[in-house]
């Protein structure tokens, strides 16, 4: 019993000591200001104007920068070529992006065999040496250099016909 009105006596005089004076009277103040102010009208949001997309339609057209191809040597090309790309091989990582989109950095020889490190668009850097496909275009590289690789594509020619197009990709140097 006298545990419990020790207690007790505690619990009021923490209880009373808490509630001595007004330490917020500023924040009162404050408070007591801005809802006497007059409240005002909030602007509505303007109107959002609709999204309309953009269809690019120009993406199997050929690229501006590359030159454009004679018809008839396409023609005769496709006469004397049964060239075809394998479609039942196994897509390489590179040849998701296209040829343009990537760079050589550098070359690396390991095991007396030349390497090319090719930088994609992400920014990722790949070893790849002879035989290896980068490109969308079945791009199959045939010889690596120091400063640069060679890429042999298989080109639709817009029929049923393929060609092939040597490109090469030059080592990209620091400045």
């Known amino acids: 019993m006298m545990f419990s009105r020790w207690v007790l006596a505690a619990s009021v005089a923490s209880l009373v000591a808490c509630s001595g004076g007004n330490q917020y009277a500023d924040l009162d103040a404050f408070v007591a200001e801005k809802r006497a102010a ?5 602007t509505p949001i303007p109107a959002l104007k609709a999204y309309r997309a953009f269809s690019y339609t120009a993406s199997g057209l050929r690229a501006p920068f590359n030159r454009p191809v004679d018809v008839k040597e396409i023609a005769r ?7 075809k790309p394998d479609l039942k091989r196994e897509k390489e990582f590179l040849e998701q992006f296209s040829l343009d989109s990537m760079t050589v950095v550098g070359t690396v020889r390991l095991d007396g065999v030349l390497w090319a490190l090719v930088k994609d668009p992400d920014g990722g850097v790949h070893r790849v040496r002879k035989n290896n496909y980068l490109g969308r275009n079945y791009g199959k590289i045939i010889d690596v250099a120091e400063n640069y690789l060679t890429v042999v594509e298989i080109v639709s020619t817009g029929g049923d016909g393929w060609v092939e197009r040597p490109r090469s990709l030059e080592l990209k140097v620091r400045k």
């Open 38 to 42: 007059p409240s005002g009208q909030i």
């Open 77 to 83: 090309l496709e006469a004397t070529s049964n060239i």
